[in-house]
């Protein structure tokens, strides 16, 4: 399996070459859903200070707009059969830091919001990890709910901005959202935990059938038919080498008697 620094460079070429592509005009159609991903990553300097300045309609239009460049990126791969390598990993990435854009200005109203900022974290951290490392990180319908949970604490907490930053209902939801994130971690780590052994077994196995075959062949060599056969001959040979010798040591014996007589 390729180490976590080789991924890491594996993914800074694979932006390079985009780079590249997005230059020529022949290969630069193919860029426009990487280009759509990469805008999330352009959405802190939108959000955060619309939403701090209390400009919660700009913060909604800008928010909208980023939230559709996450539907967009997938129909225009699928449209223009330019679906990468690098856009599949650079995706998550993006849409973490989206969400934090979205997260960051409910410090002020509700500290407690930190909560899910850190889960967030956590999870992005774990999922880059994997990736970089040459895993395939799972999507399991337990982190959906919690995606969903976490937008619904956002959008509840931009209402509050404007009525009540105390609301109760938004302190559970950020609750909630907080058990969701520490339960759907717990999944993930299980799942390629159990995947990691899995690798490990078949490896394992991977060997042992490499040495079957080995003494499988080793013992075909020793079971050759030729070579039983080319055996034979040798120790046919020997054989009449050995009854020969005496016969050559009897006329030896015989000649040396006339010799002496």
Not at 237 to 249: A, D, I, M, V
Request: with cysteine; charged share 25%; proline share 4%.
């Amino acid at each position: 399996m390729i180490g976590f620094k080789d991924n890491w460079k594996q993914f800074i070429d694979q932006g390079k070459q985009c780079l590249k592509e997005l230059k020529d005009k022949k290969t630069r159609k193919k860029q426009i859903p990487n280009i759509l991903t990469a805008s999330r990553l352009l959405s802190p300097f939108f959000l955060i200070p619309t939403a701090l300045s209390g400009n919660l309609l700009l913060t909604g239009i800008f928010t909208g707009m980023f939230a559709l460049t996450d539907t967009f990126d997938g129909y225009f791969a699928r449209k223009l059969d330019a679906s990468s390598e690098f856009g599949r990993k650079l995706d998550p990435i993006t849409d973490k830091v989206f969400a934090g854009s979205l997260l960051i200005p409910l410090i002020f109203s509700n500290p407690l919001i930190l909560i899910n900022i850190l889960g967030e974290i956590i999870i992005s951290i774990s999922g880059v990890k994997a990736q970089l490392s040459g895993k395939e990180p799972h999507t399991v319908y337990l982190g959906k709910i919690k995606t969903t949970a976490l937008y619904t604490t956002i959008a509840l907490g931009y209402l509050t901005l404007s009525f009540n930053p105390n609301s109760y209902l938004f302190n559970f939801l950020i609750s909630t959202t907080a058990l969701l994130q520490g339960a759907s971690f717990m999944k993930y780590h299980s799942i390629q935990s159990t995947k990691e052994v899995h690798e490990e077994t078949s490896n394992i196995n991977k060997v042992e059938e490499q040495q079957e075959i080995m003494e499988t062949e080793e013992k075909e060599k020793i079971l050759d038919p030729k070579k039983i056969e080319d055996w034979h001959v040798f120790k046919d040979e020997l054989l009449k080498t050995k009854e020969e010798r005496p016969t050559n040591e009897i006329a030896k014996q015989m000649k040396k008697n006339r010799t002496d007589k």
